[in-house]
T-cell receptor, first 109, second 114 residues
Framework: RKEVEQDPGPFNVPEGATVAFNCTYS??????FFWYRQDCRKEPKLLMS???SGNEDGRFTAQLNRASQYISLLIRDSKLSDSATYLC??????????FGAGTRLFVKA | DTEVTQTPKHLVMGMTNKKSLKCEQH?????MYWYKQKAKKPPELMFV???????INESVPSRFSPECPNSSLLNLHLHALQPEDSALYLC?????????????FGPGTRLTVL
């Protein structure tokens, strides 16, 4: 079993749709959690850090459930420019950062 | 725009060549990372430097040799690579190097080994 697992995707959604991505992690010692987005042939860029209290940034909402070892990302009112691969990233301290395999999102007009 | 720069953007090398990848950041970060990313796969951690000392080597073959000359620079020396080493090599940096820090990535060097 992989330490960080994500929905395989791809997700194909129309503009304006709401889409949710899920991620689970297996190491209960994990301490920090992030969502990154990666465009084709580009570097990963931080989308948001994920906190236990949940956090929102415009159309994006991230949630963390430590008891279930589960992280989610909700995108509302999808735009064409949201098309990318979304990477769930977990850090368990000591510089050890584990990336999930990523979920590809295609937003179509 | 990224504040982590990497050179070269593209590199093609033979299996007997020696080359180096370079990474620079001017954000005052004290941790720097090398990742390898194959197509349609997530980045895989290779090395981490913290305060210019090697903190993590993820059992990377010795044909990859990292170097951190100062807190702003990170090099990856390549020698006798194999075609399967062809990948995108990403450099990242973070502020204090602990688990709470966000990593910022450079644009990567796309390496092809012939």
């Amino acid at each position: 079993r992989k330490e960080v697992e994500q929905d395989p995707g791809p997700f194909n959604v129309p503009e304006g749709a709401t889409v949710a991505f899920n991620c689970t992690y297996s190491n209960s010692a994990s301490q920090s959690f992030f969502w990154y987005r990666q465009d084709c042939r580009k570097e990963p860029k931080l989308l948001m850090s994920v906190y236990s209290s949940g956090n929102e940034d415009g159309r994006f909402t991230a949630q963390l459930n430590r008891a279930s070892q589960y992280i989610s990302l909700l995108i509302r009112d999808s735009k064409l420019s949201d098309s990318a691969t979304y990477l769930c990233v977990v850090s368990r301290g000591g510089f050890k950062t584990i990336f999930g395999a990523g979920t590809r999102l295609f937003v179509k007009a | 725009d990224t504040e982590v720069t990497q050179t070269p953007k593209h590199l093609v090398m033979g299996m007997t060549n020696k080359k180096s990848l370079k990474c620079e950041q001017h954000m005052g970060h004290r941790a720097m990372y090398w990742y390898k990313q194959k197509a349609k796969k997530p980045p895989e951690l290779m090395f981490v430097y913290s305060y210019e000392k090697l903190s993590i080597n993820e059992s990377v073959p010795s044909r990859f040799s990292p170097e951190c000359p100062n807190s702003s620079l990170l090099n990856l020396h390549l020698h006798a690579l194999q075609p399967e080493d062809s990948a995108l090599y990403l450099c990242a940096s973070s502020q204090a190097g602990d688990h709470t820090d966000t990593q910022y990535f450079g644009p990567g060097t796309r390496l092809t080994v012939l």
